[in-house]
């Protein structure tokens, strides 16, 4: 009786732990009120994210490339060592 009683027991144990584990990992799933639901959007509304796109690009070309960064360190720092391939 102990004999089967044991591993019963064991089995038991590992089922209920599995489904404390994922009990709080399936809450993350479930559909939630705060959720944003995907929704067509009405032709106004595409031709003003259309617009918002536009501007956005327009902004970001009118941003100057950025230039060679300054090394604050490089006066301290030695300069490169030649190699032996370079001294011959």
């Not at 990992?25 to 536009?54: C, G, H, Y």
């Amino acid at each position: 009786m102990l004999r089967n009683l044991i591993p019963a027991a064991a089995i038991l144990a590992l089922v209920a732990g599995s489904v404390l584990v994922a009990g709080p990992a399936s809450a993350q799933v479930a559909l939630s009120p705060f959720k944003e639901q995907d929704k067509r959007l009405t032709p106004d509304e595409l031709k003003a994210k259309q617009d918002r796109e536009r501007d956005y690009k327009a902004a970001m070309d009118k941003i100057p490339d950025k230039k060679v960064t300054v090394d604050p360190w490089g006066d301290v720092r030695p300069a490169p060592q030649a190699t032996a391939k370079n001294k011959q």
